[in-house]
């Protein structure tokens, strides 16, 4: 099975970008779809972004539109999450996901069964 492992997650400030990755520290990610979830103290678990390793296909969260976008490196098995123009709002800790979910269920936590440990994002002034 495959395991996952989050990083690239700092203190930045309002305005900035930043990348973060989800490497597969075994396993591959072939015949899975990576997701980003993203929860901030007291919230849910909210998702952000998904591709199919396979096909490419992408999916993001209402909130994140035009301003995050997913890439992946087959080569290292890693899966990109590039965030732009931030915001004190997107402040939460970032896990990555990974499952076979059917389109419809693409954005829901229950279609991911493996979970990295997270990754801190926090934009503040």
């Known amino acids: 099975q495959v395991q996952l492992v989050e990083s690239g997650g700092e203190l930045v400030q309002p305005g900035s970008s930043l990348r973060l990755s989800c490497a597969a520290s075994s396993g591959s990610f072939g015949g899975y779809t990576i997701a980003w979830f993203r929860q901030a103290p007291g919230n849910e678990r909210e998702f952000v972004a998904s591709m199919r390793w396979s096909g490419g296909s992408t999916y993001y969260g209402d909130s994140v539109k035009g301003r995050f976008t997913v890439s992946r490196d087959r080569a290292s098995n890693t899966m990109y999450l590039q965030l732009n123009t931030l915001r004190s709002e997107d402040t939460a800790v970032y896990f990555c996901?990974?499952?076979?979910?059917?389109?419809?269920?693409?954005?829901?936590?229950?279609?991911?069964?493996?979970w990295g440990r997270g990754t801190q994002v926090t934009v503040s002034s």
């Open positions: 996901a990974a499952g076979r979910p059917i389109t419809s269920t693409t954005r829901s936590r229950a279609a991911y069964h493996i």
